[in-house]
């Protein structure tokens, strides 16, 4: 019993170590990027948790600063990787894929920003 309690806690602490990646995107879209096209995005990128192993949580904002400092950066994701396994588990996966197909002929640029937590 001691041994699997020992195991356990051993486990946990393991886990803890992990250092997360935060992974943020800056979007400008096209111009003419339609409103039903950017939805359909957000919903890809919002479900990424639930079908993306090693994704914990997506964030989807839209720019509301008045210092009028975005440089036409409209929209803001920002993923949650539980760790490097789960970014490169997330880059190459067919569901990344898929987003990438809805995403590339809405967007204008993008700024690309990823850091440990």
Known sequence: MIVIVL???HNKIQQQLK???RHILLIKFKASAASDKIQQLRALFEAMPTKVGGVTDVEWG???SPEGK???YTHAVMM???DEA????YLPHPEHDVLKEVFRPLLEDIIVFD???
């Open 62 to 64: 839209l720019n509301n």
């Open 19 to 21: 250092t997360m990646i």
């Open 80 to 82: 949650t990787f539980a």
């Open 7 to 9: 195991i356990f806690k």
């Open 115 to 117: 850091y440990e937590i």
């Open 86 to 89: 789960g970014r490169q588990n």
């Open 70 to 72: 975005n440089k036409d």
